[in-house]
């Protein structure tokens, strides 16, 4: 990725790499939500319906899978978005605009959840937990002057 600062390809690497983890999520919560095929004892008496009740539960596996990762790509958009219009707002980069991100996080977590307290608490501890991450950031790598100089597309911090 090259050093363009634009809030659209911020949002789009966002929106990718949470379609990406929460396919990986959503497969993994499939993988223990979906019903076995021959579990209950008339499972084990019809196994020549086994493939009929495997095409059955494939509509819960599309949905998990396909609704993890919209969730995922919700909240990375919203959190990128929210970051870039608080950086215009504010004129340059500051570990409050992270929170401002986090915070709009923790909202698009909480309307899917449709639970107020859960909004509430997930905007207040992703807000806390990007602000903390930003200001301290750098001071949590060993070699930061390293780590910049091996990784593509990073620039220093200011």
């Not at 707002?89 to 859960?118: E, F, I, Q, Y």
């Not at 806390?128 to 930003?134: E, V």
Request: hydrophobic share 45%.
């Amino acid at each position: 990725m090259n050093n363009s600062e634009s809030c659209a390809e911020r949002a789009v690497a966002a929106a990718g790499a949470g379609a990406c983890i929460g396919a990986l999520v959503g497969t993994a919560v499939s993988a223990f939500k979906t019903p076995q095929v021959l579990d209950g004892p008339e499972g084990v008496k019809q196994v020549r319906g086994a493939g009929a009740a495997a095409a059955a539960a494939m509509p819960k596996l599309t949905r998990l899978v396909g609704g993890n990762a919209l969730l995922f790509s919700a909240v990375g958009v919203s959190y990128s978005m929210s970051k870039c219009i608080a950086e215009g707002m504010m004129g340059d980069r500051h570990p409050l605009c992270s929170a401002m991100g986090g915070v709009a996080a923790g909202v698009a977590l909480g309307v899917h959840t449709k639970n107020l307290t859960v909004m509430m608490g997930a905007a207040a501890g992703l807000g806390m937990i990007s602000l903390a991450s930003d200001f301290n950031g750098p001071a949590l790598l060993q070699d930061p002057a390293r780590y910049l100089e091996r990784s593509s597309g990073l620039r220093t911090p200011k």
